[in-house]
């Protein structure tokens, strides 16, 4: 009986102690949860503010990047243009390719060319990488003329280094007296 | 390489002979006969057997050295008469009659000592008709220095009957390549030795060689672009020196050795430009709007012959250093180009087309004495001077390999130099002579 009662005394003391340690507690949990829940909404709000934002700027990135592969598979398609043996005048098919390709280039301002010249293994291998960089710059001035921008055009000569096709025949030979396109997106 | 070991040959004047015969036979002249010259094997002097065959060694090695040079005929062992057991390698132990009887000009007589990795060896040549001592040198060393000896040797014979060294001293660079990439390699002029010099994993082109030998110039696309570098060959640092927009494309150094040409576009369309190394600053030479490239020097400097197509295809010019006095040199055949001009002055070698095919070419400055110097197949092309004007390395493609060769100027000789590269061999530049031994 003096030990169940010592027991119940005791946990009335602790009920007791404890709804005061509560009360005060729970005024501050109160404050606590009501801070936090404040914070929590304005949280929230905040997200879902974002979200209402990142979602849009994410398909727009998302589709700006593939509109720029999509463009530059294009543009790696981008047909080479042909020159003589020894010569770096532009033939009438040359024109229209690159009336096609200043075109392109008109329209999707974000992309600048490296212009490759190229030559058959014929003739004087240093002489051939004088011809390539003539190569490359009638057709940069071709384009200068068509309203692209100087900055835009770079040139650069292989000669007869990188050549297409290494057979050693006129087939082979016409293929690699070339200029030709490397299209890269704007060096900001 | 055991270059620092080749310092160790001492080699001593064994006879202080006048240089022999001042008037020297003309060798570079098309009339040259080679001289006919007998190489027996050497004299064991020593009291050990010759286990290591010594004797054939040497007389094997001087014979391939002396063929090598172009100047010589080496007669066959199996027509000497000479009766060895009795024969010896000093004068009055050798009966010229012997020899002049089977058609030799000329007689080397050599001995050899080789005991405890030592290894001494003295060489000895006459002139049979005379029946006189011409020149005699010996030299100590080891025995993976044989051939070092016998290309001294040849040198000096060289020297005694046509009145300069031999190049055995000196190297060849050249672009060495593998598919896409290229890079510099350097060879010496009996085809041993490749080293790597550059190590770009992109195209490197257009070697030329410093004046006193230390340094390479050339143009790479390591950085995406035809860029003009120097390499120092003894740490192999690489120093910057042209990185215009589109051509730099790498020239030779000028005799003196302070100024390079090159070709750059940079103001629009290729042109010729003369860069002085010390104090950086840029000559234009040519003002044309047609392509002008492939420059190279007289050699006293006053001089550069160059290629245009300003009359409507590739041909020779030669202009005053300052860019005056432009006047054309080839009129024969419609595409002339890479001009080499012969360190002894009158000749310029170059590269024409010729019935399908590209061959080398000899022409004098006045326009004079053309003629043809090569008839290969597949075509020849980039010739370049050896420093003594005795010799043109060049490229070669034969049965679809691209090698570099030697011929001698007057056309004859033609030997590949190095039949296993593994790559294709372009751009050859012959090195100044280098203190190789």
Known sequence: MKRNLKIAGILLLVLGLSFVFMAGCAKKEVVKEETLMAQDERAAEAQAAEKEVLPQEQEEAQTTLEEKERLLQEAAAFADVYFEFDKYDLNTEARETLRQHADWLVNNTEFEVILEGHCDERGTREYNLALGERRSESVRDYLLNLGIDTGRLTTISYGEELPLDPAHAEEAWAKNRRVHFVVVTEKK | ?437
């Open chain 2, 1 to 437: 390489m055991r270059k620092i070991g080749l310092v160790f040959i001492v080699t001593v004047l064994l006879w202080s002979s006048p240089v022999w015969g001042k008037i020297y036979i003309d060798i570079n002249s098309p009339a040259f006969q080679r001289f006919p010259v007998a190489v027996p094997d050497f004299k064991n002097l020593g009291e050990q057997d010759d286990t290591k065959k010594l004797s054939i060694k040497f007389s094997n090695s001087l014979a391939e050295a002396l063929k090598m040079t172009g100047f010589f005929r080496i007669i066959d062992k199996n027509a000497f008469i000479e009766n060895r057991d009795v024969a010896g390698i000093t004068a009055d132990t050798v009966n010229f009659h012997d020899w002049s009887i089977i058609g030799t000009e000329f007689l080397i007589k050599g001995g050899f000592q080789y005991s405890n990795e030592n290894l001494s060896a003295e060489f000895r040549l006459f002139g049979v008709v005379e029946g006189d001592l011409i020149v005699s040198r010996k030299y100590w060393g080891t025995l993976d220095e044989i051939k070092i000896m016998v290309q001294k040797f040849t040198g000096e014979i060289l020297l005694a009957l046509t009145g300069e060294q031999s190049v055995f001293g000196t190297k060849i660079a050249f672009t060495g390549k593998k598919g896409k990439t290229s890079d510099i390699y350097t060879i010496n002029f009996d085809g041993s030795d490749l080293v790597k010099i550059t190590n770009n994993k992109s195209l490197t082109v257009l070697p030329h060689w410093s004046r006193d030998g230390k340094q390479l110039a050339y143009t790479s696309y390591r950085r995406l672009n035809p860029d003009l570098y120097v390499i120092d060959l003894s740490n192999r640092k690489v120093k910057t020196i042209s990185r215009f927009k589109g051509l730099n494309l790498s020239g030779p150094w000028s005799p003196d050795g302070s100024k390079i040409l090159l070709t750059l576009s940079k103001d629009g369309n290729e042109e010729i430009y003369i860069l002085d190394l010390e104090t950086k600053k840029l000559n234009r030479l040519t003002n044309d709007p047609a392509i002008d490239v492939s420059p190279t020097w007289s050699p006293d400097g006053s001089k550069i012959a160059f290629v245009s197509n300003r009359s409507g295809s590739p041909q020779i010019f030669v202009m005053n250093v300052d860019g005056s006095k432009i006047r054309r040199l080839t009129y024969e055949g419609r595409y002339n180009t890479s001009p080499s001009w012969s360190p002894k002055g009158n000749v310029i070698v170059y590269e024409g087309a010729a019935n399908g095919s590209f061959q080398l070419f000899s022409i004098a400055e006045d326009g004079s004495n053309f003629v043809q110097l090569t008839f290969e197949n597949g075509g020849c092309e980039y010739p370049t001077w050896s420093p003594d004007g005795r010799y043109v390395a060049f490229s070669s493609r034969e049965k679809g390999k691209i090698r570099i060769c030697i011929i001698n100027s007057n056309g004859l000789n033609l030997r590949v130099l190095h039949e296993k590269l593994g790559m294709e061999a372009i751009y050859p530049s012959w090195s100044p002579r280098l203190q190789l031994y």
